[in-house]
């Protein structure tokens, strides 16, 4: 007797997969840490928040990963008498040198909401004004 199934078990788990689990739909995969700015009246401090996994995140796991502060030392600049333009290419500076120094060359850190953010606002008008 023949079998009147449109589709073979292995067919229709692969199709269940790429539905339920698609891959590749997205340009970078998952958010695995961030960079937080702050700024104060004498300084701007930099702080890393980073998964400590090591390898690659696997989408399937039941293993949860957990984004954690990281313990830097010296992350920070003195604001002193400096123009906006300067504190802005000293941020970056420093953006650079963390991307360097404390991300795993795998990863990529997206400037994208960073750069937005920053090429409109006036952190000296902020500093002057606000802290």
């Known amino acids: 007797m023949e079998s009147t199934k449109l ?17 590749y739909i997205w340009k970078f995969n998952q958010i695995v840490g ?9 300084d701007v401090i930099f702080e890393i928040y980073m998964c400590h996994t090591k390898g690659r995140f696997v989408f399937k796991s039941k293993q949860k990963y957990y984004i954690e502060k ?12 400096k123009s906006n333009d ?4 000293e941020i970056n500076r420093f953006l650079k040198m963390i991307e360097n120094d404390f991300i795993n060359k795998r ?8 750069e937005n953010f920053i090429k409109y606002y006036d952190l000296r008008n902020f500093i002057n004004n606000e802290l």
């Open 86 to 89: 300067e504190l802005k290419l």
């Open 107 to 114: 990863r990529y850190i997206d400037y994208s909401t960073y």
């Open 7 to 23: 589709y073979t078990e292995e067919e229709y788990l692969n199709t269940m997969r790429s539905l339920y689990f698609p891959r």
């Open 34 to 42: 961030y960079i937080e700015i702050i700024v104060t009246s004498l």
């Open 70 to 81: 990281i313990p830097t030392v010296g992350l920070h600049f003195p604001i002193s008498n």
